[in-house]
């Protein structure tokens, strides 16, 4: 059976730094671009950064370029994102993604599986 499952969410004070894990199995890792999305209360989905086969190319969205990094280790199965400077505008659900492609997306359809997701807050 195929799945990902983040952790590392929490509540965290504007300003604050939290790292998100998402461990994968069931699929061949190695061969998936693996992504991070978002989802605010009463907003859609929304993307949040993604990074190719071998973690030497990543993508983000413009809000969070400079304060969030992606990595992955695929002996571990395991991709991160490191959330530095957070920002109220930050909370939300946040999920990991993989997509068996040749070329980044940044659209929910280009996704095979998904995660559950964990819970991120930032608030005073």
């Known amino acids: 059976q195929v799945q990902l499952a983040e952790s590392g969410g929490g509540l965290v004070q504007p300003g604050g730094s939290l790292k998100l894990s998402c461990a994968a199995s069931g699929f061949a890792f190695s061969r998936y671009w693996m992504a991070w999305f978002r989802q605010a209360p009463g907003k859609e989905r929304e993307f949040v950064a993604t990074?190719?086969?071998?973690?030497?190319?990543?993508d983000y969205r413009d809000s969070v370029k400079g304060r969030f990094t992606i990595s992955r280790d695929n002996a571990k199965n395991t991709v991160y994102l490191q959330m530095n400077s957070l920002k109220p505008e930050d909370t939300a659900v946040y999920y990991c993604?993989?997509?068996?492609?040749?070329?980044?997306?940044?659209?929910?359809?280009?996704?095979?599986?998904w995660g559950q997701g964990t819970q991120v807050t930032v608030s005073s």
């Open positions: 990074t190719n086969w071998s973690g030497g190319s990543n």
């Open positions: 993604a993989a997509r068996f492609g040749s070329t980044w997306s940044r659209s929910r359809d280009g996704y095979d599986y």
